[in-house]
């Protein structure tokens, strides 16, 4: 081939882009070598096509479909350019909030199945914790005779409004034990566990204990914790809360499901 045309191969290697993409950018005519040689039908480039091949390869880095690219090869300018990377940016920002969503995702629910990894599933014991933001839904309106579902349905259909993201893990809130011990499966409120809450679990000592079980079903652990609270002179005067470590994600038989309950706790003053 003559000094003043490339190869495919030289092409790419000057160009950065891959053989096999400007061979793909040829076939769909949105890019093509200056001839083909008459012998053996290779692609023969220009020097100069480098620069060209620059704009498509700036947009694709954009990630502006090819069509879109391909409208524009030939009749461009700043304004045209101006509106389609204002039009991509609006495109990007959506994606960004997509996977800081998914990151949130990953990241709480990682944390929560590891722990449930790591319990002893009979031990109660008072841990200190930090802060933990949280979006706490309103009042759960229990009826007579309906069971746990209900209220939990409701809080999902104002999952928008509260901007509650219903992938992230959701837990029961009581306002104090004496209400978790009355009726442990019907929670004050619902909470979800949420990195960009705007509501916050209080940093502090909290009594924690764990059950298997499916959603409003705690089996003996009221009374294991009540018992426990007694025996260590401890009081319990704030809320509750119960955090569903491993869930329909990780089980798919209910009766798996580990929740932690962890109530928050301080030693009775001496002479109470």
């Not at 694709?60 to 030939?74: D, F």
């Not at 039009?87 to 944390?111: A, F, G, N, W």
């Not at 009826?143 to 809080?155: N, S």
Request: hydrophobic share 35%; net charge negative; charged share 25%.
């Amino acid at each position: 081939m003559k000094d003043d045309y490339l190869t495919i191969r030289e092409f790419s290697k000057l160009s950065g882009i891959e053989s096999t993409t400007l061979r793909y950018w040829d076939e769909i005519g949105l890019f093509s070598p200056e001839k083909r040689d008459p012998q053996n039908n290779y692609r023969c480039y220009t020097p100069q096509q480098i620069i060209a091949a620059n704009f498509i390869t700036v947009m694709s880095r954009l990630n502006i479909p090819l069509k879109t690219i391909a409208g524009a090869v030939n009749n461009r300018d700043p304004e045209s350019i101006m509106e389609m990377i204002e039009q991509q940016e609006k495109v990007l920002d959506r994606e960004m909030m997509k996977l800081r969503e998914s990151y949130s995702i990953i990241h709480t629910r990682r944390e929560l199945i590891n722990r449930g990894l790591k319990v002893d599933e009979s031990e109660i014991s008072v841990v200190r914790w930090g802060e933990q933001e949280i979006i706490l839904g309103p009042p759960s309106e229990f009826v007579e005779g309906k069971t746990f579902f209900e209220p939990f349905i409701q809080f999902c259909r104002q999952a928008k409004e509260l901007r509650v993201n219903l992938n992230l893990p959701i837990g029961g809130y009581h306002e104090n034990l004496e209400n978790f011990l009355r009726a442990p499966g019907r929670p004050d409120r619902f909470f979800s566990i949420d990195p960009m809450g705007h509501s916050k679990r209080e940093a502090g000592d909290y009594l924690v204990c764990y059950v298997r079980g499916g959603y409003g079903e705690f089996g003996d652990l009221p009374q294991r914790m009540a018992a426990y609270i007694q025996e260590s002179s401890l009081v319990c005067d704030g809320p509750v809360y119960a955090t569903y470590l491993h869930d329909e994600v990780c089980y798919r038989d209910p009766d798996r499901y580990l929740v932690q309950v962890a109530a928050t706790v301080h030693k009775a003053s001496a002479g109470r």
